[in-house]
């Protein structure tokens, strides 16, 4: 059903530091119209909240197992989450 809506927080690990991720998911999230956030973690991951219609949601996750073009995705853990506060998509500091 396309006018479902959910959110999902992402942890994405792998090569995904100092390959422009952050601004990439930005992109693909901020065109397909979902709100959230994005960030690097000290741990070497990035961590996302997407929040949206479900069709966008899902291929915007699916998008995230490639990333941008010199990204090395090894694993994605993919969890049920609350909808940001605030509409639009951010890039947040490193936490």
């Not at 899902?58 to 993919?78: F, K, M, T, Y």
Request: charged share 25%.
């Amino acid at each position: 059903m396309s006018g479902e809506r959910k959110a999902v927080s992402l942890r994405i690990t792998g090569r995904v530091q100092g390959v422009g991720y952050r601004a990439w998911l930005a992109g693909q999230a901020t065109a397909a119209g979902l709100d959230g956030w994005v960030r690097n973690r000290r741990d070497g991951s990035v961590e996302a909240l997407l929040s949206g219609p479900a069709d966008a949601l899902d291929r915007v996750a699916a998008a995230c197992r490639r990333g941008p073009s010199a990204a090395l995705v090894d694993r994605i853990q993919a969890a049920e989450a609350q909808p940001p506060d605030h509409p639009g998509f951010d890039q947040w500091p490193t936490l």
